[in-house]
């Protein structure tokens, strides 16, 4: 066990009620590394039974699209946690009730949302054999990149790095107090079709341009140093690639910053896209409304969210 959730609790019936937060990949330069947790969140109450059958319950975004079958994220990945922790003899079947705030397939992570879930969820009913690293782990095997999963699990900031079937992530709140204001389109766009665009290799100067802000970022935000996040988030890597799949992308962020914020990016995939600001300038509401009306003006209907930083991640009771 190597998590702070160690620690044996009953869960009376088998039932664990899981909340995990929404995220924000990429942060702009930092492709598959890096991701921040909002405080938007998706709710689970997962109740393992022995019997093999399996009931899903499902209410908010995208819940009409959600299998009640062996598809399903949620018991997948539950089932993982009982196949790993000798349980799935014990518990070969569930019933999932969920509760989804996080908009599906608009780069909010709202697939890593649904494995963490089922991941913390079961590990707690089993008695939490896996501490968080292997959450983190199994969650990535899933995902198939940690940028998502890290901040959905830690919370907070988080720098990820994946090596050898193995992943490391650094979870860290930053110096400077942040609003994030999100604009979510009205159409979704799954992540492959968003990596299919993609190229195999980059040029080196891009290379360099990412490097060098990703750094920048993370020091800006550990030290407190507000003026240099004004260079933090670009990216050479991936959004001009994707400019293509979300109409507006570019004219929004133009707007975003043009209100005063102190970086735009992708959210993710996309196409949600995600400003940041100072909490201190207050600026975060006329941001949000250039950021819709830019949108429209690419006739592109969208709603803002304005969030903060979630700083515990999963969390189960
Ligand atoms: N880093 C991933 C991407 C996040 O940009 O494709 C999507 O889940």
Redesign the pocket.
Known sequence: MDGENSGKKIFPENTVRVKVPGTS??CGPG??CLGLAVTLYNELELTLWEEKKLTVESVGSGSEEIPADEKNIVWRSAKMILERSGNAQKFKGAKIVTNNRVPMSR?L?S??AAIVAGLVGANAIVGNPFGKNEILKFATEI?G?P??VAPAIFGGFTVSVSDKGQVQTFSFLPKIRLKLIVAVPDFPLP?HL??QV?PETVPMKDAIFNIGRSAMLIAALIEGKEKFLTYAFDDAL?QPYRTKLVPGMREVFDAAKKAGAAGVA?S??GPCLIAFSPAAKHLENNIASEMVRAFKESNVESEALILDLDTKGATYE
Do not use: I, Q, W
């Open positions: 990949a990429n492709f598959d780069g992570g697939s890593a995902e990149h940028d998502n992540t968003a990596r993609l991936h992708l993710g995939a």
